[in-house]
């Protein structure tokens, strides 16, 4: 259904411009931004320009990398597409399926929820994109621990406010982010956690965060494979681990209201 907006009037970021940490002035220390390491490549793309854009077409390592975010459902996803489909870019339809983003690639003008990351309709409808997570911390903790990052920067060649979020607050938690129900209806719901409580998810896993930041550690075992949530002192969030072999290596994850979470994968184990 529409969001407002129409087709484009949320304008992507497509030619993103990245600075150091003594560049990023504009930046408080508890200013959520969506961290990424990634091929070599250490980044931060900070909540407060991606609220107004919502993707970010970009490269990382010389390779097409969109960063993506939702901020009705809290999720922000690295896509590309897969081996065997062009390189795409992506914009906003201006609609929204179950209050998720929809976004269009200009290529074939094919359609994508960006929480399904899959195609609903148009030339590529079926395939899915390669994703790579980001991870959700503050801009302290990430150039803390990541002194040698680049962070992009409000030079987006758009007129748009930077600072001010028209849903709420992420420091101090406040508006629509915590209270109330999704902005726009959905077609299933679940009672199992609040509407904005958030998970960690993995297609066929969704593990309560708010349970990983108690434990620090919580295992569970998704069709033979062992998985292990850790809380990271550092960043203040929640990775997502899987045994390969003797190691543990990443997993694909992201953050997401449940809500939206049980619309997408409603037949995924819940970890709680």
Same mark, same amino acid.
């Given at each position: ?105 200009? %290529?074939?003008?094919?359609? &994508?929820?960006?929480? $399904?990351? @899959? =195609? ?5 409808? *079926? ?98 494979? %062992?998985?292990?949530?850790? &809380?990271?002192?550092? $960043?203040? @969030? =929640? ?5 390969? *072999? ?27």
């Amino acid at each position: 259904m529409s969001g407002g907006p129409g087709k484009d009037g949320i304008p992507s970021i497509d030619r993103p411009r990245f600075v150091p940490v003594n560049k990023a002035g504009f930046l408080d220390d508890d200013d959520p931004v969506f961290s990424l390491e990634y091929r070599g490549e250490v980044r931060a793309y900070p909540q407060l320009v991606l609220v107004r854009h919502e993707i970010v077409n970009g490269t990382v390592a010389g390779e097409p990398l969109a960063v993506t975010y939702c901020p009705l459902t809290g999720t922000v996803i690295g896509l590309s597409a897969p081996s065997g489909v062009q390189g795409l870019t992506f914009g906003t339809t201006g609609r929204t399926v179950n209050s998720n983003l929809l976004m269009y690639d200009r %290529q074939t003008g094919s359609e &994508w929820p960006q929480l $399904l990351a @899959t =195609a609903v309709s148009g030339p590529l409808k *079926g395939t899915k994109l390669d994703t790579v997570p980001l991870v959700w911390t503050t801009w302290k903790q990430w150039r803390t621990a990541h002194p040698d990052t680049e962070v992009m920067s409000i030079d987006t060649g758009a007129l748009r406010s930077y600072g001010s979020d028209p849903y709420g607050s992420y420091p101090g938690r406040s508006g629509y982010y915590v209270k109330g129900g999704p902005l726009f209806p959905v077609l299933a719901t679940s009672d199992r956690f609040d509407d904005k409580h958030v998970v960690v998810g993995g297609g066929r896993l969704a593990i309560d965060k708010d349970l990983v930041r108690a434990n620090r550690i919580v295992r569970t075992d998704v069709g033979g494979t %062992q998985v292990e949530a850790r &809380w990271d002192e550092k $960043l203040g @969030t =929640a990775l997502v681990l899987q045994r390969d *072999g003797d190691r543990w290596v990443p997993a694909d994850f992201l953050d997401s209201m449940w809500f939206a979470w049980y619309f997408f994968y409603p037949n995924s184990q819940v970890r709680t």
